[in-house]
């Protein structure tokens, strides 16, 4: 969901090589990118490019797995660029009708995989548990070991579940040096890591 150029998209092909991978992507032209970045890739015939607005899709197979980097900004912050505007502002898709067009798209058991800012997971928890949904993993994401975690990735599901807390990711030990644990769980996305 908000798939951009498609690289998320991607990764999901090639960690799992049997998902059918549908992209929804509101912008024309990070759509039309994606398309072609699909197209051009050795997964091309497993990822469907759809440029929609994602409240407005049908599907005719209900998803296990939605994934998104949802627009997180309120509406009075500034974005340059119309696209980037979109991309960005909470105006096109909020986390509250990302998660009621999850649950009414979704399997009869699916889960969300979410990527948001840490200061509003607090006030997420509650849209969670409104709309059906359990914590299942929460991973806290750190630029450096000395800064504050910026960004926390969720990931919930549709029925209880135990809840798994990893611990934070790191993703530089100083500038421009990446730490071994990110190296290994980017190493197969990237040519040079």
Not at 6 to 20: E, W
Not at 25 to 45: F, P, V
Not at 68 to 74: I, K, W
């Amino acid at each position: 969901v908000g798939t951009g150029t498609g690289l998320i998209a991607l990764m999901a092909a090639q960690r799992n090589s049997i998902a059918h991978i549908v992209a929804v992507e509101i912008d024309e032209k990070a759509s039309q990118q994606a398309k072609s970045n699909a197209q051009n890739s050795k997964w091309s015939e497993r990822i469907e490019v759809i440029h929609s607005d994602f409240n407005q899709i049908s599907l005719l197979d209900k998803p296990d797995h939605f994934v998104s980097n949802p627009p997180y900004f309120e509406a009075e912050s500034l974005a340059k660029g119309k696209s980037r505007f979109t991309a960005r502002q909470n105006i096109s898709l909020n986390l509250n009708q990302l998660l009621l067009k999850c649950k009414r798209l979704g399997a009869l058991e699916h889960l969300i995989s979410l990527i948001i800012p840490i200061e509003l997971y607090k006030t997420s928890i509650q849209a969670f548990i409104n709309y059906g949904y359990h914590l299942a993993r929460i991973r806290k994401v750190k630029t450096t070991p000395a800064k504050v975690p910026k960004r926390i990735l969720l990931e919930l599901r549709n029925h209880e579940c135990e809840l798994k807390q990893e611990k934070d990711l790191v993703i530089e030990r100083e500038r421009h040096v990446y730490t071994t644990e990110f190296i290994e769980l980017n190493r197969n996305f990237y040519l040079k890591m």
